[in-house]
């Protein structure tokens, strides 16, 4: 970097047009406006995913009790409690890939979109550009992570709304 500063030193109207990109970049991670955003942006996320959970926990409880007359007519009928279990649960899995899918494809759309605006503290495109560099490994690994906690979570809330067979049998003959 050196030799070519030197090299635009001699040309003056050249000497502002070099940009050292590792200067640039320390300069924004210094920035604390910056580092206000990335810290916003980590809080948004974490929300969401709290929010996300939270509401997928409400849906798989809704669809357990829902199903609970099925499940007890398939009892009564002689299907295995197993099989009931796997069934809703695999019913809710692949909600959650579908949508696991979708979410981490809108993000890598937003995140082309938006981490270029947010580098900088001005709002404007950044020159030079920003390449977004997401590390692949990172993202399967936190997908797994997510995916793993919403399945624990759907079956835990799927076997904590079970019910007697009898009174869920006696409760559709009143209705």
Known sequence: ?????AALAKEPRLATA??????????????PVNAGMRAALRLVTASALVLASLGFAAATAELALARHREGAILLALGTPPGH???AVVGERLVVLVLA?????????????VIVPLVVGSDGYEQIPP???DLDV??????VGVVLAV????????????????????RAGERE
């Open 1 to 5: 970097m050196a030799a070519a500063r």
């Open 18 to 31: 070099l940009v050292d990109q590792e200067e640039v970049e320390e300069q924004r991670r210094a920035n």
């Open 84 to 86: 009931i279990r796997r």
């Open 100 to 112: 696991s899918l979708i979410g981490v494809l809108a993000g890598l759309a937003a995140a082309r």
């Open 130 to 132: 920003v390449a977004v």
């Open 137 to 142: 490994l990172r993202l399967l690994v936190f």
């Open 150 to 169: 919403l399945a624990l979570i759907s079956i835990l809330v799927i076997g904590r709304t079970a019910r007697d067979l009898a009174d869920v049998l």
